[in-house]
């Protein structure tokens, strides 16, 4: 009885000191993960978790982890802040926050820790900055645009492949500004709209939209972006599709 005892004392004192001592290894943990998790860049990450001796047997943990940066490519989330609860075989992110683009975006979502992972992810955006957006994609050669957006996304998939990206963008009061001058593009559109090309040219020169839709879904792998705007000088829709749209 004494040695049954003295194993079960020895297993609490154990999990105990893991509990104190795991803090960095955590730490460690969750910014590997999600670095590996498509090439992302991350620092600043704090670590902050609730749980027991007992909880980490039956695989239950909650807490809240901060990241001062998160870097996609050229994507940008700063201040990101999270609360998780881990439950089992999943993950469930009850919100986040953070800022992109001079706006905000906030959300939930559930991750499947199978292999590959599963996730859906509901996202909510707050007045993201367009000229913000054409600075840090280095898009100055292509376009001029301002403006602000809002609306919701849906993203859901398996590892790094999306299945699932739906959503609409719409623009704030007070429209923006739109000049495109990848000739390349206009070209295009004009030869696929059988229109002239110096008509379509000068439609997107210096054109201010009161009113901005953008919707995009996904279709056998590929991101596809509708856009549309109003003003004064008349109604303007581009179609851009993104062939082979994932997180790598």
Same mark, same amino acid.
């Given at each position: 009885m004494k040695k049954v005892l003295l194993s079960i004392f020895i297993i609490l004192a154990l999990l105990v000191v893991l509990v104190?001592?795991?803090k960095p290894l955590v730490v460690s943990f969750v910014k590997k993960k999600i670095e590996e998790a498509g090439g992302n860049q991350v620092s600043g990450v704090d670590v902050r978790l609730e749980?027991?001796?007992?909880? @980490?047997?039956?695989?239950?943990v909650a807490g809240d982890i901060?990241?001062?940066?998160?870097?996609? !490519?050229?994507?940008?989330?700063?201040?990101?802040?999270?609360?998780?609860?881990?439950?089992g075989g999943y993950i469930y992110l009850e919100s986040f926050t /953070? !800022?992109?683009?001079n706006g905000t975006v906030?959300?939930? /979502? !559930?991750?499947?820790?199978?292999?590959?992972? &599963?996730?859906?992810i509901k996202l909510q955006f707050n &007045?993201? !900055? @367009?000229?913000?957006?054409?600075?840090d994609f280095e898009l100055h050669d292509k376009f001029?645009?301002?403006?602000?957006?809002?609306?919701?996304?849906t993203l859901s998939g398996v590892g790094q492949k999306i299945h699932i990206l739906d959503g609409d963008l719409t623009s704030s009061i007070g429209g923006g500004d739109l000049t495109i001058s990848d000739t390349k593009f206009l070209e &295009?559109?004009? %030869?696929? %709209?059988? @229109?002239?090309?110096?008509?379509?040219?000068d439609s997107f020169k210096n054109y201010h939209y009161n009113e901005g839709l953008v919707r995009m879904f996904m279709d056998q792998g590929n991101l596809h972006l509708d856009v549309g705007m109003e003003g004064k000088g008349g109604k303007r829709n581009l179609n851009v599709v993104l062939h082979d749209f994932n997180l790598n």
């Amino acid at each position: 009885m004494k040695k049954v005892l003295l194993s079960i004392f020895i297993i609490l004192a154990l999990l105990v000191v893991l509990v104190i001592t795991t803090k960095p290894l955590v730490v460690s943990f969750v910014k590997k993960k999600i670095e590996e998790a498509g090439g992302n860049q991350v620092s600043g990450v704090d670590v902050r978790l609730e749980y027991s001796p007992w909880s @980490l047997v039956w695989r239950k943990v909650a807490g809240d982890i901060s990241i001062g940066l998160f870097k996609h !490519d050229k994507l940008k989330i700063r201040n990101v802040k999270i609360n998780a609860r881990w439950h089992g075989g999943y993950i469930y992110l009850e919100s986040f926050t /953070g !800022d992109i683009l001079n706006g905000t975006v906030i959300g939930s /979502g !559930d991750i499947q820790l199978s292999n590959p992972i &599963n996730y859906v992810i509901k996202l909510q955006f707050n &007045n993201l !900055d @367009l000229k913000r957006f054409v600075h840090d994609f280095e898009l100055h050669d292509k376009f001029v645009l301002t403006g602000f957006l809002n609306g919701k996304v849906t993203l859901s998939g398996v590892g790094q492949k999306i299945h699932i990206l739906d959503g609409d963008l719409t623009s704030s009061i007070g429209g923006g500004d739109l000049t495109i001058s990848d000739t390349k593009f206009l070209e &295009n559109m004009a %030869a696929s %709209a059988k @229109l002239p090309s110096n008509l379509v040219v000068d439609s997107f020169k210096n054109y201010h939209y009161n009113e901005g839709l953008v919707r995009m879904f996904m279709d056998q792998g590929n991101l596809h972006l509708d856009v549309g705007m109003e003003g004064k000088g008349g109604k303007r829709n581009l179609n851009v599709v993104l062939h082979d749209f994932n997180l790598n």
